[in-house]
């Protein structure tokens, strides 16, 4: 899929708030090394270092736009362009940080004990999911991906992203590989100026992807139409524009011993 740094960015406070939310919970005090994995355009990897001044902070994404970004807002951190599915960097990692990143990660059950696999001993995995694909937002895109003349196009959009499981299934898991599991899940409530549009440009960053990026220009311009219509009236707007998108995240922290 094809990401832009510029793209996300437009909603950067809205989409840093949970990293900041997720990182104040790592109990971790004393910290080396530290790495970002899916850093983005390193909003959450300043996070981080603001934590954990005294760290060797690196980050690590599958996008060169979103690397060229973070290397120009954090020029003193090592950036590299890689696959999270493919990474065999070190281990001894005191913090790994995956900041909504690991929904596009197929295989949990396997890619999480890998992850703890790459810390200290007593490090933290820390993880933040978006968990709304039974949202309106992300019901509306397999609507209209299905109702359409591209519908053989994106018959496998959804599969893009990994299949959701609930808390209790991250809690069995990562119980058997760290000593702490500290799970919770948050509802954001997101007003966003300028209607069911605002709403369409957010998505337009992250969850509408694998629905853009396989049509051409005309029918993209197609698709977005009708599911911004449909936006419409599944987030009316308050009298001066403004939408309230409902965001539910979840989150956990994952420490060894």
Excluded at 91 to 109: K, S, T, Y
Aim: hydrophobic content about 45%.
């Amino acid at each position: 899929m094809s990401w832009s740094a510029a793209q996300y960015l437009k909603f950067e406070e809205e989409r840093t708030r949970p990293a900041r939310d997720l990182v104040a919970r790592i109990p971790n005090v004393s910290v080396a090394r530290a790495i970002d994995i899916g850093c983005g355009p390193g909003n959450s990897t300043e996070i981080l270092l603001e934590r954990y001044p005294q760290a060797r902070v690196t980050g690590l994404d599958g996008s060169p736009d979103m690397i060229v970004a973070a290397r120009k807002r954090l020029p003193q951190v090592a950036f590299e362009v890689a696959d999270i599915r493919g990474w065999r960097g070190e281990e001894g990692f005191n913090v790994i940080l995956a900041n909504a990143v690991l929904q596009w990660i197929p295989d949990h059950a396997t890619l999480l004990p890998a992850l703890i696999a790459k810390l200290a001993d007593g490090g933290s995995l820390a993880v933040q999911l978006p968990d709304n694909l039974e949202e309106p937002s992300h019901v509306l895109m397999l609507e209209v991906a299905a109702d359409g003349p591209w519908a053989a196009k994106l018959a496998g959009a959804a599969k893009a992203r990994e299949a959701r499981h609930e808390a209790n299934w991250y809690f069995h898991l990562l119980r058997a590989h760290a000593a702490r599991v500290d799970i919770w899940r948050t509802i954001y409530f997101h007003p966003l100026a300028g209607g069911a549009p605002a709403v369409v440009e957010w998505q337009k960053s992250t969850g509408l992807r694998p629905f853009l990026d396989p049509l051409e220009d005309p029918e993209r311009h197609a698709f977005l139409v009708r599911y911004e219509a449909a936006i419409a009236k599944a987030y009316p707007a308050e009298a001066d524009g403004t939408v309230l998108l409902p965001f539910p995240r979840l989150f956990f922290v994952a420490t060894g011993a």
